[in-house]
């Protein structure tokens, strides 16, 4: 099993960058493909990005292609979310996801127009 913490969220204006850490404990996080999720308010969770255990692979919604980055540091088991250029619909709750199995509490990132 691993825990996984969010951080990183917070209260920017648009076109903003902000930089999201899930930090996992336990043993098996370089052998876990792990994805970023995002859920706003009244809306349903949403895919974000994904990366490969390896790192060589990623994938990321349309919505956020080409602006947010995922990547992953296996000695420090942690993966990360750079955003760039945030837009207000970037407003949600931003939870990491393990091996599709297990989820963070989450962190709040808001963007102001």
């Known amino acids: 099993q691993v825990q996984l913490v969010e951080s990183g969220g917070g209260l920017v204006q648009a076109g903003a960058s902000l930089r999201l850490t899930c930090a996992a404990s336990?043993?098996?996080?370089?052998?876990?493909?792990m994805a970023w999720f995002r859920q706003a308010p009244g809306k349903e969770r949403e895919f974000v990005a994904s990366?490969?255990?390896?790192?060589?692979?990623?994938f990321y919604a349309d919505s956020v292609k080409g602006r947010f980055t995922i990547s992953r540091d296996n000695n420090n088991a942690a993966a990360y979310l750079q955003m760039n250029s945030l837009k207000p619909e970037d407003t949600a709750v931003y939870s990491c996801?393990?091996?599709?199995?297990?989820w963070g509490q989450g962190t709040h990132v808001t963007v102001s127009s």
């Open positions: 996801n393990a091996q599709w199995k297990y």
């Open positions: 990366i490969s255990v390896s790192g060589a692979n990623t």
């Open positions: 336990g043993r098996s996080f370089s052998s876990y493909a």
